[in-house]
């Protein structure tokens, strides 16, 4: 008992779905996607099956809603089955069944569907397609703002409980693990929409950390200083990226700011400085002596 999207970006291929229901764990139960195949919803009394075979037949070349009727026409339980597939090329399927617990509905637009069932109002699907159609950026900014309209709208009438969202690969990447590009899920949370929108601000933070490790070995140090502070503006109280971000401007002889960036993480627990002295002593991160001194300033 759910609400839920799937979409394809028209501008990057990128195969997205994202859920929020009272039932907890519900990104393990409702979404499915693999890159370059499709994405799948399976909600309401929900079938997994419809997940792993949906993708399947998608992968052997049937459209979305070629495959969706496939898997419907043999469910004996259909008419208590929700279930929405989106392809590679953006097509569409969507299956509400009559018996599903009211409020239900769904609507489709270019390469995207929108479903919800036992909603508090009939509003919440239209109020999602509305969202998902008006919203800048990317597609997991786009299927956030779908989420946020249904809660908006009142959301499952038993409340909020978890979330998640899944984004892949316009195509397969050879590897499963790079072929998903986003897969968050907030597990039981009293606010799961909000808490998967500061999760998703963290991962993207991570993100610009991540580039700045990389351009540090080219070496692109002014681009890694760039990423590195990126990534303290958007979640500056985060112990684990003040550390690291702290340790390459003591390397770069940048001491005052290392100073006061391994603030965050001395204050969040003593374990911080005794990682900087065993990472050094052990030759894992090469620092002159003034800037261990510089980043153990305050520590104890």
């Keep these: 008992m759910t609400y839920s999207i799937v979409a394809r970006d028209a501008e990057t291929g990128r195969l997205g779905v994202a859920v929020q229901s ?9 979404s499915w996607a693999e890159a370059g195949v499709g994405a799948v919803a399976t909600q309401s009394f929900a079938e997994r099956s419809y997940g792993p075979l ?3 037949l998608m992968r052997r070349g049937r459209s979305a809603p070629e495959a969706l009727e496939t898997l419907v026409r043999a469910d004996a339980d259909r008419s208590v089955r929700q279930v929405a597939f989106v392809d590679a090329r953006g097509r569409v399927g969507v299956h509400t069944g009559d018996g599903c617990i009211r409020e239900f509905g769904h609507e489709t637009g ?11 109002r009939d509003t919440v699907w239209s109020a999602m397609a509305a969202a998902y159609r008006g919203a800048d950026g990317d597609l ?9 309209a249904a809660q908006g709208e009142g959301g499952d009438i038993r409340g909020m409980q978890s979330a998640a969202m899944l984004v892949v690969e316009a195509e397969p990447t050879g590897t499963e693990w790079h072929d998903r590009v986003i897969d968050l899920r907030i597990e039981d949370h009293a606010r799961p929409v909000d808490e998967l929108t500061r999760v998703m601000r963290l991962w993207r ?7 700045a490790e990389e351009l540090e070995l080219v070496p692109d140090l002014e681009g890694a200083m760039h990423e590195r502070s ?26 005052d700011e290392a100073r006061r960036t391994v603030a965050v993480a001395h204050e969040a627990g003593p374990g911080w400085a ?27």
Excluded: C, I
């Design 22 to 30: 009272h039932w907890f764990s519900v990104g393990s139960v409702v």
């Design 54 to 56: 949906g993708l399947e």
């Design 110 to 120: 270019d390469g995207f569907s929108v479903q919800a069932n036992m909603m508090q």
């Design 140 to 148: 997991p900014e786009r299927l956030l703002a779908a989420l946020a």
């Design 205 to 211: 933070a991570y993100g610009h950390a991540e580039r």
């Design 230 to 255: 990126t990534s303290l503006e958007m979640v500056p109280d985060h112990p684990e990226l003040a550390f690291w971000a702290a340790v390459a401007m003591a390397g770069a002889g940048q001491l």
């Design 274 to 300: 005794e990682l900087l002295r065993r990472v050094v002593a052990d030759g894992q991160v090469e620092l002159d002596d003034d800037a261990v001194a510089a980043l153990l300033e305050g520590a104890d």
